[in-house]
């Protein structure tokens, strides 16, 4: 499997199921993340920096917070010819606490080490959005993830079995615009 590929999908394995120890499979010891968030909907720290401290906040503190986690890169995967690699994403999880429904999209930059293991050093996370839909939605949109490649997805994949669901017009606008 091609090393950036791997690095990626350890982290959203990591991060949609919870399990902090795959993070030293996906992030340098000394990675840096910048998470810009265009939204009130939801906070993150704008910087953390090393792997313990971004383990804390994409798996430990998320996962507190939130289960039903499904992340989506929706573009081709990387090579491992480039050490930069930019993708969009969509997320939908669901609150602990209340029930509500988050689904978001935004976009990834990813920068890898460009030596063995070539593990991310530099990741910049951008939240262009997170809707709250009640949580009734859960269901239909969970159902919906389910049957979607995982965690690769084209845009036109991602299209494929959307629900028709109030509020959640952007989500399709985001995905018409992705050029792949």
Same mark, same amino acid.
């Given at each position: 499997?091609?090393?950036h590929l791997?690095?990626?999908q350890?982290? @959203?394995?990591a991060k =949609?199921s $919870?399990?902090? &120890?795959?993070m030293?499979?996906a #992030?340098a010891?000394?990675?840096?993340?910048e998470?810009?968030v265009?939204?009130?909907e939801i906070s993150?720290?704008?910087l953390?920096?090393?792997?313990?401290?971004?383990t804390? @906040?994409l798996?430990? =503190?998320? $996962?507190?917070? &939130?289960?039903?986690?499904?992340? #989506?890169?929706l573009?081709r995967?990387p090579?491992?010819?480039?050490?930069?690699?930019?993708c969009?994403w969509?997320?939908?999880?669901s609150e602990?606490n209340s029930?509500?429904?988050?689904l978001?999209c935004g976009?990834?930059d990813?920068?890898?080490?460009?030596?063995?293991?070539?593990l991310?050093?530099?990741l910049?996370?951008t939240?262009?959005?997170?809707?709250v839909?009640p949580?009734?939605?859960?269901?239909?949109?969970m159902?919906?993830?389910?049957k979607l490649?995982y965690?690769w997805?084209?845009p036109?994949?991602?299209?494929n079995?959307?629900?028709k669901l109030?509020?959640?017009?952007?989500v399709?606008?985001?995905?018409n615009?992705i050029?792949?």
């Amino acid at each position: 499997m091609p090393r950036h590929l791997e690095a990626i999908q350890n982290y @959203i394995h990591a991060k =949609d199921s $919870g399990h902090p &120890y795959l993070m030293k499979n996906a #992030f340098a010891d000394i990675a840096k993340l910048e998470v810009i968030v265009e939204t009130g909907e939801i906070s993150f720290p704008p910087l953390s920096k090393g792997i313990d401290a971004i383990t804390k @906040i994409l798996v430990r =503190d998320f $996962g507190r917070s &939130y289960e039903n986690i499904y992340t #989506f890169c929706l573009a081709r995967p990387p090579a491992d010819d480039d050490n930069r690699f930019s993708c969009h994403w969509m997320v939908g999880f669901s609150e602990k606490n209340s029930g509500a429904v988050r689904l978001g999209c935004g976009l990834y930059d990813w920068v890898f080490q460009t030596h063995d293991p070539f593990l991310v050093e530099d990741l910049k996370i951008t939240v262009k959005f997170m809707l709250v839909l009640p949580s009734d939605t859960l269901y239909p949109l969970m159902h919906w993830f389910s049957k979607l490649p995982y965690p690769w997805c084209s845009p036109a994949e991602a299209l494929n079995g959307m629900p028709k669901l109030a509020g959640i017009k952007s989500v399709l606008d985001f995905i018409n615009r992705i050029e792949i």
